[in-house]
């Protein structure tokens, strides 16, 4: 093999090792957006737990009367479920 030929191979693989490392870089780069992005919306939804839970609990002692009263107490309760809230 003449010296300009392992020139040509040694710069392809560094060409493709260069790649692969970016490739991987990326990977890791949008695994950890996800991974904030999902702790972020945890804490947002937390923030909002207490008033869901007050709302519920009061509607749980003192059930609504009205169609649309009962419609927004079950809403509560499914987002207070969805939240993970105590």
Same mark, same amino acid.
């Given at each position: 093999?003449?010296?300009?030929?392992?020139?040509?191979?040694?710069?392809?693989?560094? =060409?493709?090792?260069?790649? *692969?490392?970016?490739?991987?870089?990326?990977?890791?780069? &949008? +695994?950890?957006?996800?991974?904030?992005?999902?702790?972020?919306?945890?804490?947002?939804?937390?923030?909002?737990?207490?008033?869901? =839970?007050?709302?519920?609990? *009061?509607?749980?002692?003192?059930?609504?009367?009205?169609? &649309? +009263?009962?419609?927004?107490?079950?809403?509560?309760?499914?987002?207070?479920?969805?939240?993970?809230?105590?």
């Amino acid at each position: 093999m003449t010296e300009p030929e392992r020139l040509l191979r040694r710069r392809l693989r560094r =060409s493709w090792q260069a790649l *692969a490392v970016s490739f991987v870089c990326a990977f890791l780069a &949008a +695994g950890a957006a996800m991974i904030y992005a999902n702790k972020v919306a945890r804490d947002s939804e937390r923030k909002w737990c207490g008033i869901v =839970s007050t709302m519920d609990d *009061a509607y749980r002692q003192t059930p609504p009367q009205t169609p &649309a +009263g009962r419609k927004l107490a079950a809403d509560i309760a499914q987002l207070r479920g969805q939240f993970g809230c105590p």
